[in-house]
């Protein structure tokens, strides 16, 4: 028998058993020990039942094959045949219940175990439960078996048994009762049912149907309308995994979420998410369902007889369900979610129903995954990963051109379930790093207040305000308070003192500026949207990779700062903050410094992130306009200082005027931008724009701007690429978007118009 489990992880192999009519046969190699291998699994219910009437269990659920066989009178026996691989002494593991009768028969009870029709052991089974049937158990016998073909017979003798007993299966050899090898789980899950006796012991039936455990390692639903309840409760947000499988395209299933009773074959209150007919819908009990998106059920799922996994996220606010890692469907109710409740398999065909393996849940929601830890600042007045990452969430989130985050607001660092990277991050994780309810506030602020905010960095703050991506600027430590900001760029393009910017931060930050717009979003609603979005485990995302550049780089000139320097004059910086606090982030060792993209040398970084550069400009550099960059090796934090080289002296005071620097042309961009989804609905879909920027050699960067109507939005390429969210349309029709490229340094400015569709919402 082969375990298989889910595709992304590794396969487990378990062990092949070859069926008959009557049991199961596996050769094993010759050099095997006797008995210390598995050679047979037998079902009690498919041997020669003789010596009465047939009374099949199977309305007691947790067997294993198709049900289980009651003993109660003399001479009721059930004989099965194995065939050995050699002779000797076997173990038989022989699976039975024991349950509740009058309170004198509750007692160790007994049964014959006969091998060829030999001498009879007398098997003693004590009481599996006081409660119920449903509870099983293995007893160990050794037998002695031929070479070849045998047979093995359970029989009831009233005259020394006390017989009123249950029997399931068999295992002929082996250390162990049970060949099923747990599932593994994936990380951070728990399992519920990993293919063992011992966890299919956590789910009890009810109703006519019951689940057996097969010898792949699954169970599938069985004779009738009815389900099978996992015995805890869930409470708090948590995402169910399994996997399922349609043995015949006839039959039917359900996922049960959230009900308050397990005592019937319908769940009471909460959910079910069909397997069937109306895959991955979501259906309130007693309520309408919510389809799942048709098309992509059809993309994801797969055809008859192959396994599928559902993913359902479950929290306060809402349902998800994913199909093989494709989102199929999502229920945002206007009122609060129960997550209390027990989670059930439905069984609703006389005949065989739906296959079920590698049920496993996990606390909490996943929002998305990081390939790195973000963390906090240690240090005072540090610049830190995650301030940065959670800046950039929060613009992305309001649609603001900057974000500030206060250091303070961040409660913990960003790291992921434990087990290495990429790493799952979840609700609760959210909620850990950003623990305030302060709602998130734009408001408008000009390139000149914009400084004063940074300004205010050193007055006392614990460490660096977070900035969003684009948002850089140098500082030189040595200069008097209020004057120590030197250069601020937005995008790669210096601020302007005088025009206006939209700037968002939560309400623990003064901004100033005028005409606050409360969000109504926190900075915790921000970061999980935000994960979702770009690192989500919908098909095809990508890990979120935190920018480890710098935002914030100390320059200072120690014969202070010039705006010229003559060729082969000698050229002085001292840089600092090159190093993120958190000793995990990533750090630069040395920098590089060029001019005009003609290098110059390479300077150490210290452990402090401080680099002293010392180099000269090059005595045949052409006079003009100038930049000196200096670039981390590791980080890529790059630091653009423009100077102006003036031209060298010449011998004796003469020369002559050197050739001035050639104009750069740059290249056209082509802009292709996509609505997702494709169906946005008035006052539903808050949709987005996948913006995609080519040019013919370089890889454009910088920024992209969208206007629809009189509401603008900001996205920032990264290789190529932007995503633009864009507010709910009110109202139903068909609405132009301007999408704009604003250019770099080799890539020209371009603009496109699309359309988006919007689709009148329909009342339930």
Not at 696 to 711: E, F, M, S
Request: charged residues 15%.
């Amino acid at each position: 028998m082969t375990v298989l489990s889910r595709p992304a992880r590794a396969c487990l192999s378990a062990l092949t058993l070859l069926l008959t009519a009557v049991g199961a046969v596996v050769v094993q190699p010759a050099t095997a020990a006797v008995g210390g291998d598995v050679i047979a699994w037998v079902e009690v219910e498919n041997g020669l039942l003789s010596g009465g009437p047939a009374f099949n269990s199977g309305d007691h659920g947790n067997f294993s094959g198709t049900g289980s066989y009651t003993f109660r009178e003399t001479g009721m026996t059930s004989t099965m045949s194995v065939t050995a691989p050699a002779a000797g002494v076997y173990p038989v593991y022989v699976r039975y219940a024991a349950g509740p009768l009058g309170p004198d028969e509750n007692v160790t009870r007994s049964m014959g175990l006969l091998t060829n029709g030999g001498a009879r052991q007398l098997m003693t089974l004590p009481m599996t439960s006081y409660t119920d049937w449903e509870t099983w158990r293995f007893v160990r016998y050794d037998v002695v078996l031929d070479k070849g073909a045998n047979t093995i017979a359970i029989q009831c003798d009233r005259a020394t048994d006390f017989c009123r007993l249950n029997f399931d299966a068999i295992q002929v050899g082996g250390t162990a009762p049970d060949p099923c090898a747990a599932a593994p789980t994936d990380p951070g899950y728990t399992p519920m049912f990993d293919g063992t006796f011992d966890s299919l012991d956590r789910w009890r039936k009810a109703g006519a149907g019951g689940f057996g455990r097969q010898t792949g390692c699954f169970i599938r639903g069985l004779g009738g309308r009815g389900a099978t309840w996992y015995l805890q409760q869930q409470t708090g947000d948590y995402t169910l995994q399994l996997d399922w499988r349609l043995p015949a395209s006839d039959r039917q299933s359900s996922v049960y979420l959230a009900s308050s009773s397990r005592s019937g074959a319908d769940p009471v209150g909460g959910f079910r998410i069909p397997i069937g007919t109306g895959t991955g819908a979501i259906v309130p009990t007693g309520g309408t369902a919510r389809p799942a998106d048709a098309a992509a059920v059809a993309r994801a799922l797969k055809p008859v007889g192959e396994w599928n996994t559902y993913t359902v996220q479950v929290t306060a606010a809402r349902i998800r369900v994913l199909l093989n890692g494709t989102l199929v469907s999502s229920f945002d109710p206007p009122g609060a979610i129960s997550t209390t409740g027990h989670v059930g398999l439905e069984n609703n065909s006389v005949g065989n129903g739906v296959d079920f393996k590698d049920i496993e849940v996990q606390p909490g929601v996943e929002l998305g995954r990081i390939a790195a830890p973000a963390r906090r600042a240690v240090s005072p007045a540090g610049e830190s990963s995650l301030g940065n990452l959670v800046a950039e969430a929060e613009r992305w989130a309001s649609g603001a051109r900057i974000a500030f985050v206060h250091p303070e607001d961040l409660g913990a660092d960003l790291v992921g379930r434990a087990g290495g990277y990429p790493a799952t991050v979840t609700q609760q994780e959210a909620a850990s790093v950003l623990p305030s309810d302060d709602t998130l506030v734009t408001t408008t602020l000009t390139g000149q207040q914009v400084r004063g905010v940074l300004e205010q960095q050193w007055q006392g703050l614990s460490a660096r305000l977070g900035t969003s991506a684009g948002l850089s600027y140098t500082f030189d430590p040595t200069a008097a308070a209020g004057s120590r900001v030197t250069g601020l760029w937005l995008d790669g393009t210096a601020v302007d003192p005088v025009a206006s910017y939209e700037v968002v931060a939560t309400g623990s930050l003064a901004l100033g500026g005028g005409a606050p717009h409360d969000t109504g979003l926190t900075g915790q609603d921000a970061l999980a949207a935000y994960l979702e979005a770009v690192a989500g485990i919908t098909a095809g995302s990508s890990p979120l990779r935190p920018d480890v550049t710098h935002h914030a780089v100390g320059v200072a000139f120690p014969g202070g700062a010039r705006a010229s320097y003559a060729a082969g004059e000698a050229v002085a910086v001292d840089l600092s903050a090159l190093a993120f606090s958190a000793p995990s982030d990533p750090r630069d060792t040395s920098v590089q410094v060029s001019l005009g993209g003609r290098a110059l040398g390479a300077f150490p970084v210290d452990d402090q992130g401080a680099a002293a550069v010392r180099t000269a400009i090059p005595v045949d550099a052409p006079p003009g306009p100038a930049i000196l960059a200096i670039a981390g090796t590791t980080t890529g934090t790059t630091v653009r200082l423009p100077i102006s080289v003036l031209a060298a002296p010449a011998a004796g005071g003469g020369g002559s005027a050197l050739p001035s620097p050639p104009v750069v042309e740059k290249a056209p961009a082509k802009i292709v931008a996509k609505v997702r989804p494709k169906r946005v609905v008035a006052r539903t879909t808050r949709a987005r724009l996948a913006v995609v920027v080519s040019a013919t050699g370089p890889t454009p960067t910088g920024a992209v701007k969208v206007k629809v109507g009189t509401r603008t939005y900001l996205g920032h390429l990264r290789n190529g690429t932007a995503t633009v969210r864009i507010a709910r349309f009110a109202k139903a029709g068909t609405v132009r978007a301007t999408v704009s490229y604003l250019g770099d340094s080799a890539t020209a400015p371009a603009s496109e118009t699309i359309r988006i569709r919007v689709l009148r919402a329909v009342r339930r």
